[in-house]
């Protein structure tokens, strides 16, 4: 019952006008995120240059405002910074949402922090953080360039 | 609304009197009253031994019992008799009974099994194992768009090779009772064995599988107001005494050797390892209970609910409903989606206002995808629903969108 402050207007702006749902054909990495308890789906893509620095990003899929508007904020925060720094970052929420970081931490999350409240919905953890989860595996071997058959399944939920 | 069961009936059920909550999931499992609650306690504390096995009055006794339990369920669904109604844990279980032991037994390359397109996926896995098994080819009975089975579809899908036919009789996504009378004569015209999923019919209407003359019906307790656990495959006495056992072991057997062993006869053979004698004894309580408010009423209450809630929707812009037009073929089950939100968006937001739907694709991706939808919500309602609570559905519905951002 704690989600009526939830659909906030910071998620329900990234679900209704996202700034980064949107093709990127020329992309260095893609991989599909899949959570099958609630068939939320995405393609995150990045581009990246030879530093591993995230140069530019996008996604596109079907899923929740929840699932849809993390992606976006999550892209608004990571285009432009060095891959180490992003996966700093996707630690850091992935943990806000486990009630596992300081408030110092989540400062650093900017505009993501609003999805923190989540942590007290544990049948929505798994769509806020899929854009992420998708984000650290992007960067494994594997990642690249390959799209359906590299799909990060999210484990079900217990 | 004037029917004859009224919101009193909610004291019965000791869960609706305790909640808050308007509990509109009653498809995926309803309420139980404390008859039930009190039949499964006083099992445990006045009758509890292995049934079927010790000699002694206590273990008589739980026999007693389990097998009263036996001839109510036969008498519920007009069995022939009750050795024909094996218990089981659920639908999923007898339907996978049916597949494992006819079906592997029975089917082989060439030969085609039918499945409906409405069906839940328990009444299609274990069809896609016996084809995959066997070399069966599987095909889809397709409906409309309204999830309406066409005669033509029947006529032209089950053919002269087809050997088995499995149909849900309500579909748990658009509530539609599936013409299974219709069906079953095709299937029959042409020598097939006939599987019918009773799980969301059994609630909501009577059942008589004799009238019916399916060869297999499969139903849950839980969905009835009984326990979670207990489920019932009804069969057809020669097909049942023809079929391999499904599980093997302990109570199923007459004499056991170094090397083999001799069946016992129906129901027991399929009925292997101690058995869930509380819970068919809930079961028991359950369909008294149910036989006792009688389906005219239980029809009327529901059907007044659903029209109440129909009107209601027609009149929320940008919610469109799935299935019939007619509240009457609804059997409870309310599917819709609301333009721009995704369903579990929009349970979310029930939820933060106290009312449990359901959001996904319901153990139906062939039919969704078939109805052009990648999940739905779904309210489905039971005759200790009320108005009130349809009302708070609606006004939350109403509400969805602008919560969601949109202007109108």
Redesign the interface.
């Known amino acids: ?1 704690s ?2 402050s939830f ?1 906030n ?1 910071i998620l ?2 990234h ?2 006008h996202p700034d980064f749902k949107h093709p990127l054909p020329d992309a260095d990495l893609v991989l599909e995120g899949i959570n099958p308890t ?3 789906d995405i393609f995150l893509r990045l581009k990246v240059d030879e530093n591993d620095n995230i140069v530019d990003g996008a996604y596109d899929g ?5 699932s849809q508007a993390s992606a976006d904020i999550m892209l608004g925060l990571i285009v432009g910074r060095p891959r180490e720094e992003a996966l700093h970052l996707a630690d850091i929420f992935i943990r806000m949402i486990k009630k596992d970081a300081s408030e110092e931490e989540i400062e650093e999350l900017e505009e993501a922090s609003a999805l923190r409240d989540i942590s007290h ?1 544990p049948s ?1 953890v798994k ?1 806020a953080v899929l854009g992420w989860h998708t984000l650290q595996e992007i960067f494994k071997p594997g990642g690249r360039k390959t799209a359906e058959e590299n799909a990060v399944r999210m484990r079900p939920r217990r | 609304m004037n029917t004859k069961i009224t919101d009193c009936i909610r004291c019965d059920f000791p869960l609706l009197i305790q909640t808050n909550e308007a509990y509109l999931d009653n498809a995926a499992t309803s309420q139980k009253p404390y008859c039930v609650i009190n039949a499964v306690e006083d099992f445990y504390k006045h009758s509890n031994a292995n049934p079927l096995r010790g000699l002694y009055e206590l273990s008589v006794n739980a026999t007693d019992r389990y097998e009263d339990a036996r001839e109510a369920v036969a008498k519920f669904i007009h069995a022939g008799e009750s050795a024909e109604i094996i218990f089981t844990r659920n639908t999923t279980e007898s339907l996978n009974l049916i597949a494992y032991s006819y079906g592997l037994s029975n089917l082989r390359e060439g030969d085609e099994i039918v499945v409906s397109i409405t069906e839940h996926h328990s009444n299609i896995l274990p069809w896609q194992m016996v084809a995959r098994s066997t070399g069966a080819k599987l095909s889809y009975l397709e409906c409309e768009q309204d999830g309406r089975i066409t005669d033509e579809a029947i006529e032209k899908t089950i053919t002269e090779k087809t050997r088995l036919v499995a149909v849900g009789e309500v579909s748990n996504v658009t509530g539609r009772r599936n013409p299974v009378e219709k069906i079953i004569e095709k299937a029959h015209s042409v020598g097939a064995v006939t599987v019918v999923d009773g799980a969301q019919s059994t609630p909501h209407m009577a059942v008589d599988v004799q009238a019916m003359n399916t060869d297999f019906f499969a139903f849950s307790g839980h969905k009835l107001l009984g326990p979670m656990g207990i489920g019932v495959l009804y069969g057809r006495r020669e097909l049942l005494e023809a079929m391999p056992p499904f599980l093997t072991g302990g109570e199923m057997i007459q004499t056991v050797s170094r090397e083999g062993a001799v069946w016992a006869e129906l129901p027991h053979k399929f009925e292997a390892g101690t058995v869930n004698a509380a819970d068919a004894v809930g079961l028991h309580a359950a369909i008294d209970y149910i036989t006792g408010l009688g389906f005219d009423a239980i029809t009327e209450r529901e059907d007044a609910l659903t029209a109440y809630a129909m009107e209601g929707m027609k009149k929320i812009p940008h919610l469109h409903l799935i299935g019939s037009e007619d509240p009457a073929e609804h059997n409870g089950i309310l599917n819709f989606v609301i333009d ?6 929009i349970s ?2 029930l ?2 206002d ?1 009312i449990d739907v359901r ?3 319901h153990c139906a991706q062939p039919l969704l995808n078939h109805l052009g939808f ?2 739905t919500t779904r309210a489905s309602l039971m005759f200790y629903n009320t108005e009130e609570e349809v009302r708070r559905l609606l006004g939350s519905l109403a509400s969805v969108r602008s ?4 202007e109108d």
């Open positions: 019952m989600n009526r659909y207007e329900t702006e679900n209704m609630c068939g939320d079907d899923g929740c405002a929840i919905m929505r769509c | 721009g939100v995704h369903p579990h968006d979310a937001i939820d933060a106290g959001a996904g694709h990648r999940s919560r969601m951002g949109y």
